[in-house]
């Protein structure tokens, strides 16, 4: 296999390839099918940019730290739900370019904890609505997810997520050693160190394109009046008697009368600026994609016991990847080590990609935080508020995310969805271990 | 491949060889402090990008726990050391200043 370090996208679409953006004249341009046959008759030369590219102005109501997919997704329902518009979006880089832009996509509603399960089920319904509702194509693909277990204990532990799931209104369905084989024949069923007993098929887990939901919600954004300012650095925050008022970044002062610090594996430097110091440790997580290959994977398959999980791109590429490198890091490039690992995991499942060429490797900083669960709360300052501790699950979160930290931000009240992503249960205890594998940031 | 030197058997072991802990010198809170030290002890952490002190274990050597000294964003490594200290050791401290001359101090 031949490896190659380049954060990457790992898909085509239709309506995007090679461009930023794509948009209508003016702002109010609607995206469709039949737009994309005219223009493409008459050589695209209708197309203009799908945001503004606007100076930072001197003051807005509120400030976004983050252009990530939960910065855009939070300014997009400030908007869209609150009408809270003079909102600026500050992202150092450009919009997409941290791990909105790097993860592999999967999409899903099968946890298991009360906290977690409610919002994570709010947000796959999102999900469900979302081409609509952006009027852009995210490519949201609801292929199934199909979990493997590999042992009696295992199939109890899936039998109770799965109650837990339609328990929530989602969909579970367990599946014996035939029924994983009627869907996926050509995994290797009797390997000896982890035969496979059966899997949970969640039917409307799948994937979506990662940047492609950026740029919807972007676009969303800037149509209702959001400025997203790119190349622009948070480097402090001005608080005053206890109360936010502004940032410092590398365009300038900007006041503010509220802020939100959503900037991903970067939460501990931000929040510092603040004085605080968060449950987060960052880490590194590897990815990894083929060459395009005829569809061969029709599912997300995720193998839990070996650390690997996979599926394939609407452009043929197979996307997987493993664990954490486990030990901190901001090097977006991960060890050797894991590379062999998932590779073996690979190979020990489903030895019939053993031929595919690996195009490309890249890693993505992780806000890991101790219990493997976000955090969407208020901080001690007045005005000032977060949204972090990801993990990697944090791409099917996008949605519910910026609902949720836009109700906060417009409120001062958690969303129902979200009242168990406070920050103040790790001083009281009420960890929300989803896997139940210890307080530790790298054990998640 | 991240290869750091065990303190203790003296062998140059590769990340295969290691288990990794958490941030070093972290101040203990037990029985009788407040929730607010205990829950900083627990979980906060300095997480810098840059100089990190960090908890090892030679896993699959001596077993042993010792400390290291590591950059977070180059994955540089300044040096490791046993970990029956409360601090880091002058000589580590060094190294780091005359690699990172603006580092601005561990605590
Ligand atoms: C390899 C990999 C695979 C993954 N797979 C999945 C998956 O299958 N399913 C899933 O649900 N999740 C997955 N994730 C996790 C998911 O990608 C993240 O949890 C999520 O994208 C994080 O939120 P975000 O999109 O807002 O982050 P980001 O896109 O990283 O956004 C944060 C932004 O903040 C900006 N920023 C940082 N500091 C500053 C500053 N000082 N000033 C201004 N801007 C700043 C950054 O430049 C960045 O653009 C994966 C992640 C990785 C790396
Ligand atoms: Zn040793």
């Known amino acids: 296999m031949i490896v190659r370090t380049r954060p990457a996208d790992c898909h085509t679409n239709l309506f995007m390839s090679g461009a930023r953006g794509f948009g209508g004249r003016g702002n109010s341009m609607r995206y469709s099918g039949l737009r994309v046959i005219t223009e493409g008759l008459f050589g695209n030369k209708g197309w203009t940019p799908a945001w503004r590219d606007p100076a930072p102005k001197a003051e807005y109501d509120v400030v976004i730290i983050g252009g990530g997919g939960h910065g855009l997704s939070t300014a997009y329902y400030l908007a869209r739900n609150h009408g809270i518009t003079n909102v600026a979006v500050l992202e150092k880089g450009h919009l997409g370019s941290g791990n909105i832009g790097r993860n592999t996509t999967i999409v899903r509603a099968n946890y298991f904890l009360p906290g977690n399960s409610e919002f994570y089920s709010h947000s796959l319904k999102l999900w469900e609505g979302l081409e609509a509702e952006l009027n852009y194509n995210v490519m949201h693909s609801q292929r199934g997810l199909i979990n493997l277990f590999h042992s009696d204990g295992q199939r109890d532990a899936f039998v109770r997520r799965g109650n837990a799931m339609i328990n929530q209104g989602d969909d579970a369905v367990l599946l014996d050693q035939e029924g994983v084989r009627e869907h996926l024949p050509y995994l290797d069923f009797e390997q000896t160190r982890f035969p496979i007993y059966g899997g949970l098929l969640h039917p409307r887990g799948g994937t979506a394109r990662h940047d492609a939901v950026a740029w919807g919600y972007a676009r969303g954004a800037d149509r209702r009046g959001v400025d997203l300012i790119q190349n622009c650095e948070v480097t402090g925050i001005d608080i005053q008697g ?203 | 491949m991240l290869i750091l030197e065990c303190p203790y058997c003296g062998v140059k072991a590769d990340e295969t060889e290691l288990s990794p802990g958490y941030e070093a010198h972290l101040k203990r809170f037990g029985p009788g402090s407040t929730d607010e030290e205990f829950e900083a002890y627990m979980f906060a952490r300095k997480n810098p990008k840059g100089v990190h002190f960090e908890r090892w274990r030679h896993a699959y050597g001596c077993g042993k726990w010792f400390l290291a000294a590591r950059c977070t964003a180059t994955l540089e490594v300044f040096g490791t050391y046993p970990a029956q200290v409360s601090e880091p050791p002058p000589d580590i401290i060094a190294k780091i200043r005359a690699r990172r001359p603006d580092w601005s101090g561990y605590k």
């Open chain 1, 242 to 444: 206890g109360v936010v008022r502004g940032v410092q970044t590398t365009r300038g002062a900007i006041r503010a009368k509220k802020v939100g610090i959503i900037v991903a594996g970067r939460s501990s430097q931000v929040a510092a600026m603040a004085g605080m110091r968060l449950p987060v440790e960052s880490h590194v997580l590897q990815a990894f994609v083929t060459e395009g290959l005829k569809p061969v994977i029709d599912h997300v398959i995720s193998f839990g016991m070996g650390h690997f999980y996979i599926s394939q791109s609407d452009k043929g590429g197979l996307v997987f990847g493993g664990d954490l490198d486990f030990y901190a890091s901001y090097a977006a490039r991960g060890n050797l080590p894991m590379v062999e690992h998932v590779m073996e995991a690979g190979m020990t499942l489903m030895p019939m990609i053993g031929r595919a060429k690996v195009l490309r490797s890249w890693g993505g900083i992780m806000d890991m935080t101790p219990d493997g669960s976000p955090v969407i709360d208020k901080t001690h300052v007045e005005g000032l508020f977060i949204d972090c501790g990801w993990n990697y699950g944090g791409f099917k979160a996008v949605p519910a995310s910026g609902w949720s930290m836009a109700h906060l931000m417009a409120t001062g009240e958690s969303h129902e969805v979200a009242r168990k992503f406070r920050l103040e249960r790790f001083a009281t205890g009420h960890l929300l271990d989803e896997e139940g594998t210890g307080s530790q940031h790298n054990l998640h």
